[in-house]
């Protein structure tokens, strides 16, 4: 079984920073991809970036620039820095991860709130 635990979310100003953090555990032989989501009230589910084991990082095109996706293989974790955050980023953000364990699968954390007040 494998669980994945995001933590860092909150209450934040326009204009103020977050760090987002997801780390993932249990019977885990690999993970490929590792990423974030975002969903606001009354909207889909949209992806905001993601990372490989290598490094290539990828990001929504809303985000580029104020958000920095990190991860730690040898933790099997992954970070997102938000800077210069706006009312619309609010959301709830969910950390994902393609895992091996036998077989490949995606995993999702349980979310994690992000307030931007204006």
């Known amino acids: 079984q494998v669980q994945l635990v995001e933590s860092g979310g909150g209450l934040v100003q326009a204009g103020g920073s977050l760090r987002l953090s997801c780390a993932a555990s249990g019977s885990i032989f690999s993970i490929n991809v590792m990423g974030w989501y975002r969903q606001a009230p009354g909207k889909q589910r949209d992806l905001v970036a993601t990372?490989?084991?290598?490094?290539?990082?990828n990001y929504a095109d809303s985000v580029k620039g104020r958000f920095t996706i990190s991860r730690d293989n040898a933790k099997n974790t992954v970070d997102l820095q938000i800077d210069s955050l706006k009312p619309e980023d609010t959301a709830v953000y969910y950390c994902f991860a393609d895992v091996y364990t036998g077989s490949w699968n995606n995993h999702w954390g349980q979310g994690t709130q992000v307030t931007v007040s204006s």
């Open positions: 990372t490989t084991p290598g490094g290539t990082t």
